[in-house]
């Protein structure tokens, strides 16, 4: 089992930035892929970007355009990620997860989620 927490959401205005983190816990976490995505209310819950179990090899969605940035810190069991130049579209929950697939960036690709942590944009 992996277990998972997010912080680091709130009210940023545009253009600003914000630097989310995931803790994580269990003993397989540095074996397992990890990602982030987003859900806001009444749209599917979206990937945004992946991270291997290495760190080494990074996937992102198209609207991230060097804005957003994944890492991942093993000896400390955290995911980050940095999101800068911040938009109200990015407005939504977002949820960081870990699984055994690698770079994937379908929410099926993953086992373990966190709760979410509220990210809202104002213009």
Known sequence: QVQLVESGGGLVQAGGSLRLSCTASGRTFSNNGMAWFRQAPGKEREFVTAID????????????KGRFTISRDN???MLFLQMDSLKPEDTAVYYCAAGARILGASPTDYDYWGQGTQVTVSS
């Open 75 to 77: 000896a400390k069991n």
């Open 53 to 64: 179990w290495s760190g080494s090899s990074r996937r992102s969605a198209h609207f991230v």
